[in-house]
């Protein structure tokens, strides 16, 4: 008798609905990231951004592993949707008059993912009912708290909720995922934030009263960035994370440190940079200051070395040439407010095209990386 076939999932019309949301809540954390640069409001954007990827991911996960086609689990998805709005539109004044919203939005998400979890189960140990009884409650709580006590309280929250994978690993070692899914969900979601870079971009120059040369050419040198940096994932880190998903013993093993961890510090570069970008534009021909000069050349060097960490927990191999020119990135980096901002953007963007071509070349002509 053959063994049926395994039919593969892919993302939904709903899931990719309940995306758009996520469109607007990473404009709104780089706005954040943006308006307070500085280390301290780098630490307040992280804490905003981390409960809002997680309510991303904790969906993503449960439609991974649950028909999510059906009317119930559109409406359940879409009512986590409105939650996500709500806690985007809290961004602004999160620190501020809105800090309830954010919280109980995020507390209410929770709530509702951890129903169609459970539902017709028992509750177990798992990322969904710590978020639901742990996590959640201290967004809600942190919400009526005044500074910095809300900060710190937050940032607890936030630390629960990347530690829960973890701490529910024994759980979830011998469920099966779809391996085709997930990869593409979080490819997706790296998209929404390529996304951004773009509308960064594009919005200084477009508000402008008068569209300088400069403008133009910053515009093209970020363009050209953004290209590179979809490149550097998408050709063969995209691949990768399928074969290894695909070919693991324990499938959490890829999922927890990969997928959930390793697409955070992803993300978090390019919204990073993407802040960086929108700076350079509207102020091309100045020198660059230090603090531009970090959002774009410390995130881009976060994202290259969370290729060397993802590769090693996948393949037990270092992503050389990534690591290489992430080292390439920091050490120019205190060099960078010598130059004026459009040159700092240019040579960015040289450096990640440089290292497309000789990844293609490694690959081509000498047989791997």
Request: glycine share 8%; charged share 10%.
């Amino acid at each position: 008798m053959s063994v049926p076939e395994v039919k593969e999932k892919r993302v939904t019309w709903a899931e990719l609905f309940f995306d758009l949301v996520f469109v607007f809540a990473i404009t709104e954390v780089s706005a954040l990231l943006h308006a307070d640069h500085t280390w301290a409001g780098l630490g307040r954007a992280l804490v905003i951004f981390v409960p809002i990827y997680w309510a991303w991911v904790g969906t993503s996960i449960h439609a991974n592993t649950t028909d999510v086609d059906t009317p119930f689990e559109r409406i359940g998805i879409f009512v986590t949707g409105l939650c996500a709005l709500f806690m985007a539109l809290a961004v602004p004044q999160a620190y501020g008059e809105r800090g309830v919203l954010f919280g109980a939005s995020y507390y209410a998400a929770r709530l509702i993912l951890a129903y169609l979890v459970f539902r017709g189960q028992p509750l177990t140990l798992r990322a969904f009912s710590i978020a639901a009884f742990v996590s959640g409650p201290l967004l809600l709580v942190g919400g009526f708290l005044d500074m910095p006590a809300r900060v710190a309280v937050w940032a607890l929250a936030a630390l629960v909720d990347v530690s829960a994978p973890r701490i529910a690993r024994g759980r979830l070692q011998g469920v099966r995922f779809h391996p085709e899914h997930l990869p593409e969900r979080f490819g997706l979601f790296l998209i929404i934030a390529l996304g951004e870079s773009i509308v960064a971009t594009g919005m200084p120059a477009a508000t402008a009263p008068h569209l300088s040369a400069g403008m133009v050419a910053a515009v093209t040198a970020a363009f050209v960035l953004a290209c590179g940096l979809w490149w550097v994932y998408y050709h063969y880190a995209a691949s990768a994370i399928l074969h290894a998903l695909r070919t693991a013993a324990v499938q959490t093993e890829i999922i927890r440190p990969v997928l959930s961890y390793g697409h955070l510090a992803f993300i978090a570069g390019i919204v990073t940079m993407a802040s960086g970008m929108a700076e350079v534009v509207a102020h091309p021909s100045a020198l660059t200051p230090l603090p531009t000069a970090g959002l774009l050349y410390g995130g881009c060097a976060l994202y290259l070395a969370t290729f060397g960490y993802t590769r090693w927990r996948m393949f037990r191999a270092w992503a050389k040439t990534r690591l290489g020119a992430a080292a390439v990135v920091l050490v120019l980096l205190p060099v960078t407010p010598l130059l004026p901002a459009l040159a700092a953007l240019s040579l960015l963007a040289a450096l990640i095209v440089a290292l497309n071509v000789l990844e293609y070349l490694i690959v081509t002509r000498w047989g791997g990386l």
